[in-house]
Nanobody, 125 residues
Framework: QVQLGESGGGLVQAGGSLRLSCAASGVTFNNYVMGWFRQAPGKERDFVAAISGSGTYTYYADSVKGRFAISRDNAKNTVYLQMNSLGPEDAAVYFC??????????????????WGQGTQVTVSS
């Protein structure tokens, strides 16, 4: 049984940083592109970042490029999202997702088979 579990969300002041983690079980982790998505109330689920199975390639949404960094530790079956210079526009529920593929990544949620339950990120101004 495949399970993804996010952690690390919380309340942060504007300009601050958070590091999200997503631990996977029940999969051969390095066979999967891992992605981060976010969803604000009343909005669609948006792509944030993705990383190839080996960790060699990354891909970011324009809105987070230069502020967020995705990484993975295949020995720990964990993917991370380091978020810096957070602003109110970054507040959302953040989800990690797994896509059975080497590369390229996809921005489309439907392309990802497995999802975590999400972790809330709140940014105070």
């Amino acid at each position: 049984q495949v399970q993804l579990g996010e952690s690390g969300g919380g309340l942060v002041q504007a300009g601050g940083s958070l590091r999200l983690s997503c631990a996977a079980s029940g999969v051969t982790f390095n066979n999967y592109v891992m992605g981060w998505f976010r969803q604000a109330p009343g909005k669609e689920r948006d792509f944030v970042a993705a990383i190839s199975g080996s960790g060699t390639y990354t891909y970011y949404a324009d809105s987070v490029k230069g502020r967020f960094a995705i990484s993975r530790d295949n020995a720990k079956n964990t993917v991370y999202l380091q978020m810096n210079s957070l602003g109110p526009e970054d507040a959302a529920v953040y989800f990690c997702a797994a896509r059975y593929s080497s590369w390229p990544a996809s921005r489309q949620p439907a392309e990802y088979r497995y999802w975590g339950q999400g972790t809330q990120v709140t940014v105070s101004s």
